[in-house]
C-alpha cells in the first residue's frame, strides 16, 4: 500500500491540479499546507524537501518501505505518476488504444502549465514587475492569458466533447479549471469574454464544475485558506 501526501498551498493553481487528479482517481491523501505568505518553502526542512522550492510536493511512501518514498516536485510530473502507479483507479488518460486523445490531453495540460501558468507564476510577475513596473506587468499578465485562452480554444475545437478530451475528465481538465480560475479570479479576465471568444473554453470548464471533484479543489474550500478569503 501507498500512501500519499501533497504538501501544497490553498491557492496555488499548480496544488489544485493535483487536487483535482487525486479527487478524480479517488485516491486519499494528507494535506500539508504550505504557507508561503510566511516563507513556509524557504525553511530548511522543505528545500531538503522541494530544492526549488514551490508547491506542491507530492510524496508517495511505500508501507513495506520508507525507503521507498518517492518525492516528486513538479505538478506535470505528479499527474503522470498517479496514472501509472494506481492503474486501477479511475484513468486521467484515454486508453493506450487512442494515441490520438492521449496527445490531445497532455497537449492542452502542457500548454496550461508551461505557456500560462508558468509565465504568470508569482516568482516570475515579481521579477517582470521589478524590471518593468505595474503597468508593464499587467499588460504581460494579460497578454499571456489571452494568448495562451485562444491556444486552448483552437485545440478543444478538434478534441473537446463534454470535456477537454471527450467526454471523460482527463489531466487536460485537471489543467484547464485552475487556468479558468486565474483567469477570471486573479488576473481580470472578464467572464462575459469566456462565452464570446472563448466558448469551447466556457463550456467544458463548466461542465467540470459539475463535478465535486473540481469544485472541491477550489482554493476557498481548502482547510489553509484564511476565513476573511472565504467570503
Known amino acids: 500500500?501507498?500512501?500519499?501526501a501533497l504538501h501544497n498551498n490553498f491557492r496555488s493553481s499548480s496544488s489544485s491540479r493535483l487536487r483535482i487528479a487525486l479527487a478524480l482517481k479517488q485516491l486519499p491523501y494528507t494535506y500539508v499546507a504550505v504557507d508561503l505568505v510566511a516563507k513556509a518553502n524557504y525553511t530548511p526542512a522543505?528545500?531538503?524537501?522541494?530544492?526549488?522550492?514551490?508547491?506542491?510536493t507530492l510524496v508517495a511512501t511505500s508501507s513495506s518501505s520508507s525507503e521507498d518514498e518517492i518525492v516528486i516536485?513538479?505538478?506535470?510530473?505528479?499527474?503522470?505518476?498517479?496514472?501509472?502507479?494506481?492503474p486501477s483507479a479511475p484513468p486521467l488518460l484515454p486508453p493506450p488504444t487512442d494515441p490520438r486523445g492521449r496527445a490531445a490531453a497532455r497537449s492542452i495540460a502542457a500548454l496550461c502549465i508551461a505557456?500560462?501558468?508558468?509565465?504568470?507564476?508569482?516568482?516570475?510577475m515579481g521579477r517582470v514587475n521589478q524590471l518593468a513596473g505595474a503597468d508593464a506587468l499587467s499588460s504581460?499578465?494579460?497578454?499571456?492569458?489571452?494568448?495562451?485562452?485562444?491556444?486552448?480554444?483552437?485545440?478543444?475545437?478538434?478534441?473537446?466533447?463534454k470535456f477537454c478530451v471527450g467526454d471523460t475528465p482527463t489531466i487536460a481538465d485537471a489543467c484547464l479549471v485552475p487556468t479558468v480560475w486565474n483567469a477570471v479570479e486573479r488576473l481580470g479576465v472578464e467572464?462575459?469574454?469566456?462565452?464570446?471568444?472563448?466558448?469551447?473554453?466556457k463550456r467544458v470548464y463548466e461542465n467540470a464544475m459539475g463535478m465535486e471533484a473540481f469544485r472541491g479543489a477550489h482554493w476557498k474550500r481548502q482547510v489553509d485558506c484564511p476565513e476573511e478569503l472565504r467570503a
Do not use: K
Open 1 to 4: 500500500m501507498t500512501t500519499l
Open 46 to 56: 522543505y528545500v531538503a524537501l522541494n530544492p526549488n522550492r514551490t508547491v506542491p
Open 73 to 86: 516536485t513538479q505538478s506535470s510530473a505528479a499527474l503522470e505518476y498517479l496514472e501509472e502507479a494506481f
Open 115 to 124: 505557456d500560462m501558468q508558468g509565465p504568470t507564476s508569482l516568482r516570475i
Open 140 to 161: 504581460y499578465v494579460r497578454e499571456v492569458t489571452e494568448v495562451g485562452l485562444t491556444a486552448l480554444e483552437r485545440l478543444l475545437v478538434h478534441s473537446a466533447g
Open 191 to 201: 467572464e462575459g469574454r469566456l462565452a464570446s471568444e472563448w466558448p469551447c473554453v
